[in-house]
């Protein structure tokens, strides 16, 4: 007879499974049919295996799913993101190449082609016949990528493209597919054309013949061992005058007629640049929730591990400890626990408003919807991949020297996610961007406020400035204190704090649009100021998510354990900022000092919850299990 | 010609040289003469290499010098430590595997032992002729090591110890040199003789052969791959009522006659125990110059790279900017380099002061001097090694995809130091240490203030415990502003922060001492209060250490310099806690935000010496090079 299931835990599965349930339970059901990679494999061996999974995932038919509907695909854009995340419980290397073959590679010729590119090559794509590279980051431009310098040069004489790496730094760099698998690449140059030049385009061609050798003019190198992710094939490509007919160009936004005429539906070509470009959000969407699957198990191991592991003994009762029973060990594990549940959330509602714009047939077309989701998606990839990093280091460490042996899978998991701060853009790049989108947001909103709103505005906001300058804001002496765990409260100190950040930001930088003005310096001096202002924007966003879904819930004691997790979030996000809340006067000394202690009596309160907790994200036991979870 | 050598550059290289500048210069020869190891070796051919590099470093001698003289050794305990934080700038598999066979293994036989151990063994040990472990930690005992399983029971029919694992928890684990090349190793068992215990003591056993077959009884296993330090063999012992001669106790400050007596020179179990483990401080005291070493590198590479690799335009000049102009990329580096460099002040002067307590012909003796070694060794090893994880990853993102590859040296620097915050103590667990240290301190300062001095001191700390409580301390309006970048000023912050937390600390746990009262709850209440105040009296330390040897520079230029490192790291210090000081009234709003300011002020203006501060390491060239260095 097995023990009940605790109805807590039923309900937690099915909010955290949310509206692509189906396809989780599919890709688990799946995912406990593949064997795991054996440890210890040689990279060659190691990129066999996982090239092996690959085919045995695009016979689950489980990547057509992405595609259009008219080539076998179902067109569930979030369902994709979804399935892939899921897989983020098991290899990551899988995850990363399936990434690049469907996400990248298949998925630019999907939005970046037209039919002649589609009726050629989906299906094969889909079917994981035809192998492919995106071949965008050069050695020397990975973050501006709009500087690449790979050149495509048309010649109207032969109706060929010229695809060439004119200088060593423009060799294509890190491309996943390229050292081992890949026969066909997206690759990324500076289109050229009588004369002119016209900006980075896609242009599909091939690196090798069927039989693996390179084509002529196309030298592959290998990238070699990497930190992690052995099993995906990074490589480097050299362009030497390859020549590439007319139609390589992916021409769905801009086009080279057979006499060199060039066209676009895009005049602008930056905005034609970052048009392309925000077609492929997805990746970036895929990473935040990779990174978010990789802390759930990271937390799942070292969670089970520390209520089982016992050291010290309570001098009272001269047993031995728990770990998990320690505070410390608790701050550890549980703030970082509860952020991990807020992050879920947060990512269900990006993948949600994705679907909503990029299905077919979605009605949302506006540029100014997919602009936005840019930039959530943007800050939420940055702060869902950062807090990855640190959780599997804090869950390495929590499971001490056990922690560091590959067979506990921790050091796989560490080495394999540390790279998803950096690929499909670098963090700190990101938050960049999504500071640039909150202050161009800023300026619309400030100025839709008419004249008279604009200059009380001002003035409110300069009043709070030299208040601030000259240090005489003080911490507030209220009659009432506030409760840190009211809900009501933890929104309004969150969102008040990316709002305050974001004005005074926007104050800051205002000398840089005057002419003659140092525009580099002054936004190099605020870097830390606009920074901060994009994290707590996507803090405010990630608290929202969380605070949502404990709304949702039906069963109350599942809906009270979960808004405890939310206070725990809520509470840990603003302990790690309460200077800030300090010296802006939003907290008084008392008032942060509960949010200390709040924190601590949140540990001790969720810690007898904290296998529930773990238990929900249902990881299929077969890529969690290893000898850490066997203590005796 | 070479360029001029800046004199700055010189005088900080002595000056980070120090008292063993010429042990360092020894060292960086004989590294300077050995081949790195070959990137992607398998773990079989890497163990193999990694023993080729411990027989060359016996054959240079330098191993020996740690040693009694009367052994052929030098008593350079100092300079031996010295020695092996030096090797951290190379092949980190060579630096942990000779710090087992020398550190470890050789200094238990050194320092437990007597003469017997010593004339049969310590020579061949010095040599590397024979290798050997140090197996104190089980699978179910790591950090509690009071409370090992394994037993070593006297027979006294036959003189013999026998050596025995009496359940699976009691495996020796982790062990290095136990799974490839160990023959004998220190056993640390629980003695039991006539039928009694007495505590964990030491015995040198054969493990295995000359040709190495395990011994009967002894049974080894490999501990595997590991996420780094792949270069040594970890592995585990399990032993079946395994006998060897009365002799195999070390015996210097216990002993079993023949008839099965027991007796020590140490009357009391635990401060017999206490004593033994306070000897193999030396261990603690490398691992943290170890990570010193292995931060220094990651920054020297991440500094080189981000001074020349440049991304995005300076919209003025149309100029592609270094990474290391943009300042959250100086935020991300600076920082960390500057708390390195007052990481390596601190490092040397505890070195020195082991080195006065602990080398041949000490004068000093006192417990007293020993346990506030052992304290100190406790939290710079915590700290230091905690520093080196979190700045290697910041210099890997620093780095992009490059960081991501194994060719540029980062992947493994940040693999193979990854356990530092776990092996020769974890560091939650000796942060609790220290604390347990400072508390007992702290009653007997308190105790000698007399009744009067006790009781108005009791008063004073009781009103700001009220007034914390009521949140009546508000932040301080002064009429002169204090002025972060003066050093009295710095030392004034970080010095009133530990005491206060200590006083505060010691407050909140009387109750525990009250007999009936939960002590466990009430020190597992306030762990967060006593970990941070462990952390803040090291960083009192650590300051102290940076702000002497500023006064230590003659050459002015380089002094200057100094002392900007050393506002650097005192403000990134302060304002990661800069909520503390506001919560407790030490800084005022517009001081703490002086104190933002002053990071980032202090980022731009050493920013043009940064190359200038990683080259006053003096790391090896040929243990740096790598593709990064060289971007076009």
Redesign the interface.
Known sequence: MTAPVDPRLTALRTLLDGRWADVRAEVREQMGRFRPVE??L??EDYRARVLELMHELAATKRPHAGFAPEYGGEGDIGGTVVSFQALGYGDLSLLVKAGVQWGLFGGAVQVLGTSRHHDEYLRRIMDGELLGCFAM?E??????VQ?LRTTATYDPDTHEFVIDTP???ARK??IGNAARDGRMAVVFAQLVTAGETHGVHAFLMPIRDDAGTSMPGVTISD??????LNGVDNGRLVFDHVRVPREALLNRFADVAEDGTYSSSIENENRRFFTMLGTLVRGRISVAGGAGSAAQKALALAIRYGAQRR??????TGE??ALL?????Q??LLPALSTTYALHFAQEDLVAEMHRIQAPGAVVTDEKAQRDLEYRAAGLKAVATWHA?ATI?AC??AC??A?????NL??QL??DS??F???EG???VLL?LLAKGLLSDYGHRVGSLGPVGTARFAAGVAAEAVA?K??L???PHRLTKIDPRDAATQRALLHDRAEHLLASLARRLRPALRPGN???GIF??A??HL?HASRAHVEATVYDAIATAVEQVSDAPARDLLAQVRDLHALSVIEAD??WF??HGRL??????AV?AGV?DLC?SLRPHARLLVDAFAIPENWLDCPLLHV?
Do not use: I, M, W
Request: proline share 4%; net charge negative; glycine share 12%.
């Open positions: 440890p210890g040689s990279t980051t050695t020397g431009h990975g973050s501006d500087h200088e060593p730094g760099d890190y990238c070699g061992e990497k930190a992690g050291q010290f003994s309570d001098p009272t031995e400890v029973d320690y505070r410390a060990h701050r550890k990093t280091q390495r460490e001490g020297g922690g560091y042996l590959a067979e921790l050091p560490k080495a540390d790279v701060t950096t690929f670098d963090n700190t960049q601030e000259t240090g804001n003080k911490l140092d525009q580099f190099n001096d870097q830390d920074l309460r200077a300090l010296e008084t000394v008392a008032e942060s000092r200390t601590n001790a005796s």
